[in-house]
């Protein structure tokens, strides 16, 4: 159950931080360093705190940014805002530049999910959007939705016009939506009920998906079960789904996507909070996970990054406000994946307050949320009003900081590092030292990072120069923005989930 806060847009955190110390192992310098931070931001403006080692390259206004996703086969991004679903040509990652426009009215859709399909026509291309509670758009003003549990896809093949091509109501919640091949979309699994349920989507019509039902014989489309169910599904290139939610992370095998299979769970470390007692490894829920390498995993291996058996996961703790305990990022052992117990195990997990470079106040938003992982070890993630941090997870067992970016005032929900694409326009699987910042109250910002290896420095470079003809295909004109309603520029819907009760 979810109940919904409203609060001005203008309302920014880091004007009203409360300077109150956390019990935390920094010690009295400590404090008098977050404090002193805390003035600098709170007056600060439009200026950053930046680690020496990140540039601020701009800022793009203008959408209650939420979530975003790159497209595989062209240099697109896809943003969802609580206003607008938007696309972003990305063939200079230093400058993205907005083509697409589609006014839309949404709660929440918190994880944009790019899909594609190759067709006798060419590759379709497209966004799942995930309704929570309501949605309403212009462009389909003979549906509205006011309850959620449907899946909304956005065909952005021509990305200077996105329009919304099919609709599927779901029995679960659609929360988040993912799909199980981004290259070869044609299912998609949704976050699913704390009461351990989720939906799995037929995508093979893209403008008629449907729910599978798991069960014919019963009257109704039935559901599935998973021990984690209520959050976030993600896929690694061994064929695997990590399902995080109310109970830590399971994982499967979705060779066959509409018999998933189970095989790992974390267990009773797990556990909503009833494990390591308080501030432990879930407080609230898990709530996404990636799995570096995962070709490359060997059951009973020591864990390393390049043994494919480390699962990073995000820790969201949205009720707790003290940024001390609000939710962490965390590194879990994959011991193995033959259905036993003890399957993954924790190893070790960083709070804000640890990374040592927030004021870490109470009554603030803080939390670990969206994440992103760069080959060669370095993770960015959104930690809400504490901005975007990155943190050095080349060693799972000692996580530490490698740098940060922060503002006066900011949201930030998401953060990415943007592929390379080659001069086709095809991700090549590698990554920029480019991170697009997706944030409630700022839009979009753009950073570089110096990271291990690269010999750059922070010095910003684009994804690619990508070939004339395709550029001209998906950057023709900039489409003005468009909002819905007056009132909506000015409020953000945010979110707040109730405990889970065991």
């Not at 979309?185 to 729910?211: H, M, Q, V, W």
């Not at 059951?299 to 043994?307: E, W």
């Not at 927030?358 to 993630?381: E, M, T």
């Not at 395709?470 to 004109?477: G, K």
Request: proline letters at 6%.
């Amino acid at each position: 159950m979810r109940r919904l806060i409203t609060l001005a847009a203008g309302l920014t955190v880091g004007a009203s931080l409360a300077l109150a110390s956390p019990a935390s192992a920094h010690g009295d310098k400590g404090a008098d360093l977050r404090k002193e931070r805390a003035t600098l931001l709170a007056g600060a403006g439009d200026t950053p705190m930046l680690s020496g080692n990140v540039q601020h390259l701009g800022n793009r206004p203008g959408t209650a940014g939420i979530s975003g996703c790159f497209l595989k086969t062209a240099p697109l991004f896809v943003t969802s805002g609580v206003e607008s679903v938007r696309v972003w040509n990305v063939s200079d990652a230093t400058d993205p530049t907005q083509v697409g426009v589609l006014p839309n009215a949404l709660f929440e859709n918190e994880a944009m999910n790019c899909g594609e399909r190759r067709t006798a026509a060419g590759t379709r291309r497209f966004a799942l959007i995930g309704v929570d509670s309501v949605q309403a758009s212009p462009t389909d003003p003979q549906h509205v939705n006011v309850g959620g549990n449907e899946l909304i896809v956005v065909d952005v093949t021509d990305p200077t016009a996105p329009a919304i091509v099919g609709r599927a109501p779901a029995t679960t919640s659609t929360h988040t939506v993912a799909c199980v091949d981004q290259y070869d979309c044609s299912y998609a699994y949704s976050a699913g009920e704390s009461s351990g349920t989720f939906s799995i989507i037929d995508l093979r019509n893209i403008e008629k998906p449907r729910e599978v039902d798991s069960n014919p014989d019963k009257a109704g489309v039935q559901p599935f079960h998973s021990p984690t169910a209520g959050h976030k599904w993600n896929f690694d290139n061994a064929g695997i789904g990590t399902h995080t939610g109310w109970d830590g992370s399971s994982m499967w095998n979705v060779d066959r996507p509409r018999h998933p299979r189970l095989l790992a769970t974390t267990g009773k470390a797990g556990g909503a909070g009833d494990a390591d007692g308080a501030h432990g490894y879930n407080d609230f829920i898990h709530h996404n996970s990636f799995r570096p390498n995962a070709k490359n995993f060997r059951p009973h291996s020591k864990p390393s990054l390049a043994n494919g058996n480390i699962l990073l996961v995000t820790e969201e703790d949205y009720e707790q406000t003290d940024c001390a305990t609000a939710g962490s990022f965390q590194t879990w052992h994959v011991k193995s994946l033959d259905g036993g117990k003890g399957g993954i195990v924790p190893l070790d997990k960083v709070e804000l307050a640890d990374l040592g470079n927030f004021p870490s106040p109470r009554g603030a938003f803080c939390s670990a949320h969206w994440f992103d992982f760069r080959p060669g070890g370095i993770v960015a993630i959104g930690f809400y009003g504490g901005g975007t941090q990155f943190i050095d997870v080349r060693d799972p067992q000692h996580l530490k900081s490698h740098g940060f970016a922060l503002w006066g005032g900011s949201q930030v929900w998401d953060a990415m590092w943007v592929p390379v694409y080659n001069s086709h326009g095809d991700q090549t699987g590698a990554s920029s030292n480019v991170v697009y910042s997706v944030d409630l109250v700022r839009g979009l910002d753009v950073y570089s990072v110096d990271v291990p290896g690269d010999g750059r420095g922070s010095n910003p470079y684009p994804s690619a120069t990508v070939d004339g003809s395709v550029v001209s295909r998906i950057s023709n004109a900039a489409v003005p923005m468009g909002l819905i309603g007056g009132a909506l520029g000015f409020v953000i819907a945010v979110r707040r989930r109730t405990r889970r009760r065991a």
